[in-house]
């Protein structure tokens, strides 16, 4: 857990004095992402360099664990801070195995300890520690270097991390893949972060809270959802974007909107049974399965009125299937690209997982925007 | 590049086996080799003038680069620097006939001219490599918790040396080039021979200073150059792939 209390920091300049930091107070839970966000100069780095003292605070407290960090010196709360920075920082000078050993040598781990922890964290991002332990940072390419900052951060176990637009200089591609990396990797290492982006998106997909910071001030703190569906003032809502309704989409997965019980029949059933079973119900189509409860078409209920014979001959192709795990983003882009208004879930094994909606996606989005209204 | 270096290739080996056959039926060699005692004798001397202050130089320009490049000497170091820059205007057989004004004639003075002369490019390359280490990569020495020593050490001197390294090489350079004026106010060295040779219009006596003090310079840069490709790390080191 990282508290701040009243955290100030102000400059004298010969213009008189700037605030960079107003009396900030949050809170971060332990195992948690809060995400420091804002336009350039707005105070969000300065509040983050102030938890390590690289910047010191004018006035404030801040507690890590509920620990005031004023007692430790600057030295001994460095070494329980893991830090991240936009530039990397890999020291060139030392193999990759010397720069994830820094922090556990100096917390005077002995050195096969320490080498065998700096194997056991590149093994974790997916870096052959045989092939890695020994180069040197300039035989890396960008995203691999950038693994290696992260896990350098990590090397010694820090209950705290602080990252620093640690995503800011990979290409969109490599930034995607490494922040999914970093996800899977939270979601076991449970830290707790504090992390400065600029980038609504990369915000709303990384933090479990978003504080909005203007002028050295928090804005509004809150989880990515109540940012994106109900900013409180005009700053807040302009900041997100007039499309925040849209960003809110990468927040729900499939599964939350679908709905499990669509009606299923087997691809050798008869065309009488499925319009049947129709008629019993509201839906409008039943999606045709096969053995192994793979979806491989669907049939209407009108085509299904009337017809003998069996609906594998009646089912028409599905035009695409989306796995339970994607988020609405995609699944309302795989509607528009095949202009419909339902599409087929799987689960990891290709079986069919239920059935998503236009009408149940739009629902779920206003869900909010109704309760807000209605309170 | 690729091209002259085979010409360089073809051209120097013929050169010095013409040189070689007329320096041999004319005689010279043998008249040389009757200089043998003092070529031995004279180059020790030599030697010892070029490490002694060649090595003071870099004991003390090292510390001086670095002590310059800290930043609570950010306000002064260029008034420093400067003062440096006109000492190196300044030519060095003129650094050594006034050090010879202050401290009369032999060992010392050229030893104190010499080691003026070499400070230079020694205190500048330090300071110059350590303010180019990148700033973030001091941020992040000091955010993960190293101390300014920790810093210095194992972050901003490694990555510097390599143009620290520089510095050193044009010194001994500028050093050993130097080192033969040493004669002039009473060093000794092979300037010795050479000084003489020309006064007495002794083109033997000349060679016999002149050629191994081209060698000396030769041998230093080579071993400078070869320190360097060496000692420092794979990583900062653009010599090494």
């Not at chain 1, 100096?106 to 180069?135: I, M, N, Q, S, T």
Request: include cysteine; proline fraction near 6%; charged fraction near 20%.
């Amino acid at each position: 857990m990282i508290r701040l209390e009243n955290l100030t920091k102000t400059f004298d300049t010969p213009n008189g004095t700037v605030v960079a930091a107003d009396k900030v107070n949050m809170e971060v839970p332990s195992g948690e992402i809060c995400i420091l966000l804002g336009p350039s100069g707005c105070g969000k780095t300065t509040a983050l360099k102030m938890i390590n003292r690289l910047i010191p605070p004018s006035s404030g407290k801040i507690f890590i664990n509920g620990e005031d960090t004023s007692g430790l010196n600057d030295i001994e709360l460095r070494r329980k801070i893991g830090y991240v920075i936009q530039q990397i920082g890999l020291f060139p000078n030392m193999t990759i195995e010397e720069n994830i050993c820094v922090v556990p040598r100096l917390l005077g781990w002995d050195l096969k300890r320490a080498r065998a922890r700096a194997a056991e964290l590149l093994a974790l991002v997916g870096l052959e520690p045989r092939l890695f332990l020994k180069r040197y940072p300039k035989e890396l390419s960008g995203g691999q270097q950038q693994r290696v900052g992260v896990i350098r951060a990590l090397a010694a176990d820090p209950p705290v991390m602080l990252m620093d637009e640690p995503f800011g200089a990979i290409d969109p591609i490599n930034r995607e893949i490494i922040q999914d990396e970093f996800l899977k990797m939270q979601a076991t290492l449970k830290k707790t972060i504090m992390f400065v982006s600029h980038d609504i998106d990369e915000a709303v997909k990384m933090g479990d809270k978003i504080a909005i910071f203007r002028a050295g001030k928090i804005e509004q703190y809150d989880a990515p959802d109540r940012i994106l569906a109900h900013p409180v003032n005009a700053f807040v809502a302009d900041f997100v974007g007039a499309d925040r309704t849209l960003k809110r989409l990468r927040l729900i997965t499939a599964e939350e909107v679908a709905d499990p019980d669509a009606p299923v029949i087997a691809r050798h059933g008869r065309a009488a049974d499925a319009a049947a079973m129709l008629r019993n119900s509201d839906h409008r189509f039943l999606v045709v399965i096969d053995a192994d409860h793979r979806p491989v078409g669907y049939v209407t209920a009108e085509e299904a009125e009337g017809s003998s014979g069996l609906v594998g001959d009646l089912a028409h192709p599905l035009p695409a299937t989306v796995p339970v795990r994607a988020d609405l983003r995609a699944v309302v882009s795989e509607m528009f690209a095949h202009d419909t208004l339902w599409l087929t879930l799987v689960d990891d094994g290709g079986r069919f997982a239920g059935v998503v909606t236009q009408p149940a996606v739009t629902r779920c989005l206003g869900e909010t925007y109704a309760r807000a209204n209605a309170a | 590049m690729r091209k002259s270096f085979n010409l360089m290739g073809a051209v120097l080996p013929l050169g010095l086996f013409a040189l070689g056959a007329w320096a041999g039926t004319s005689g010279l060699i043998g008249q040389i080799g009757t200089y043998w005692e003092d070529i031995v004798y004279l180059t020790q001397q030599h030697m010892v003038l070029v490490g002694a202050s060649g090595g003071a130089a870099i004991l003390v320009g090292i510390p001086v680069g670095i002590w310059l490049s800290r930043p609570s000497m950010e306000r002064h170091a260029e008034t420093v620097m400067q003062v440096f820059n006109i000492g190196t205007t300044i030519p060095t057989l003129a650094v050594i006939a006034l050090s010879m004004t202050i401290l009369g004639i032999g060992f010392a003075p050229a030893f104190f001219g010499l080691f003026v002369a070499s400070l230079l490019p020694i205190v500048r390359n330090t300071y110059a490599g350590l303010l180019a280490v990148p700033a973030h990569l001091k941020e992040a020495a000091l955010g993960m918790g190293m101390t300014r020593g920790q810093i210095l050490w194992r972050v901003e001197l490694p990555n510097a040396l390599y143009v620290m390294f520089s510095g050193v090489r044009t010194a001994l350079a500028i050093n050993v080039g130097t080192t033969p004026l040493a004669f002039l106010i009473g060093g000794g060295g092979l300037g010795e021979l050479i000084f003489t040779g020309i006064d007495l219009m002794d083109t033997s006596m000349l060679l016999a200073g002149a050629i191994p003090t081209a060698m000396l310079a030769v041998l230093v840069d080579f071993l400078t150059g070869q320190g360097q490709l060496r000692l420092i790390p794979r990583g900062v080191n653009p010599l090494r792939v």
